[in-house]
């Protein structure tokens, strides 16, 4: 790692390590590391043009190319923050999952990447399951989720960074559209089940629109 990504990481870990240590503005600081980021090309990460060519199967012409619809490149990984690159084939899914009590920026250097975004809300402890839940089998109270949603967007290399806080836009999917995408990914701090920082993935209930808004997920 080098040149214009190595500044990003550097930047990112010294506004981490502030934010999590000074929670005053913490919200402005992050947002330097999201502009810092919209700056970064695919050519900067190292990703070469061979590479990509194997993640689609009209251009691999048969020979090495990426079975596993989504791969993963570390880049950097420390107690504080953790950087990487997702490179996935066409239509490919990282399901809807969360990031708790993190921070999270992902900016897209490749393709096409639509993210849905849901906010958590609060939950009442006492609250029964709504009758007109639906799903292959009935979820316990404790395993039922409120959720907002908050949009359905579609980036590329030419967008913004999407930023993700500990209470809004914590919970998303992303898919690959219209051809393979790589997108980095910078989380702080990063996972650690050990510490209460395990990634959950959710199923997204039906609900009836006419008697509740808030979408429900377990």
């Not at 920026?105 to 906010?119: E, N």
């Amino acid at each position: 790692m080098s040149g214009p990504l190595e500044t990003v990481v550097r930047l990112a870990w010294t506004t981490f390590r502030s934010v999590l240590s000074d929670k005053s503005a913490l919200l402005q600081k992050v947002v330097k590391v999201q502009e810092a980021l919209s700056t970064i090309k695919i050519e900067d990460v190292g990703i070469t043009e061979s590479q990509i060519q194997r993640l689609d199967p009209k251009q691999s012409q048969g020979w090495g190319e990426i079975k596993a619809p989504v791969g993963f490149v570390e880049v950097f990984e420390d107690d504080l923050l953790a950087v990487g690159a997702f490179l996935l084939k066409e239509y490919a899914v990282l399901p809807m999952h969360n990031h708790p009590t993190m921070f999270g920026v992902l900016k897209v250097i490749h393709g096409r990447v639509r993210i849905k975004s849901f906010d958590l809300l609060d939950q009442d402890k006492d609250e029964k399951i709504p009758k007109f839940l639906t799903a292959d089998s009935q979820p316990s109270s404790e395993e039922v989720r409120k959720l907002r949603f908050r949009s359905e967007t579609e980036y590329t290399s030419d967008s913004e960074p999407c930023l993700v806080t500990p209470s809004e836009g914590n919970i998303h999917r992303l898919e690959a559209v219209g051809g393979p995408a790589i997108f980095l990914d910078f989380i702080s701090p990063p996972y650690n089940p050990h510490l209460g920082r395990d990634c959950d993935y959710f199923q997204e209930l039906h609900v009836n629109p006419n008697e509740r808004k808030e979408p429900m997920v377990n």
